[in-house]
């Protein structure tokens, strides 16, 4: 079970910290993603940390604002958002699976999806 956290209401150039965490498995044996799906708009990959290697993916729309990063003692995945924008709004959702390279930024590769956790961004 993942369980995502962190969401709220911020102002534009802001920062949040989404953390996604997991019972019943092991975080550092899966990679992870973090998805985001706003009204009317697809579910659309966000940032992916590769259980292989560590290595790290972003959507282009997030480069230099947003950082993954995995705390394997506390089994927590972790989505630093910072200068965030008002089209960053939308609910936040972490998914865990087995998953190639080619296929991180993909929804349906992973297996196991938290609840989501809502991120406003706005004045």
């Known amino acids: 079970q993942l369980q995502a956290s962190g969401g709220g209401l911020v102002q534009p150039g802001g920062s949040l910290r989404l953390s996604c965490a997991a019972s019943g498995f092991t975080l550092d044996y899966h990679s992870i993603g973090w998805f985001r799906q706003a009204p009317g708009r697809e579910r659309e990959g966000v940032a992916c940390?590769?259980?292989?290697?560590?290595?790290?993916y972003y959507d282009d729309s997030v480069k230099g604002r947003f950082t993954i990063s995995r705390d394997v003692a506390h089994n927590t995945v972790y989505l630093q958002m910072n200068s965030l924008k008002p089209e960053d709004t939308a609910v936040y959702y972490c998914a865990a699976g087995t998953v190639i390279q080619s296929s991180r930024a993909i929804a349906s590769a992973y297996a196991y999806w938290g609840q989501g956790t809502l991120v406003t961004v706005s004045s």
């Open positions: 940390i590769s259980s292989t290697d560590g290595s790290t």
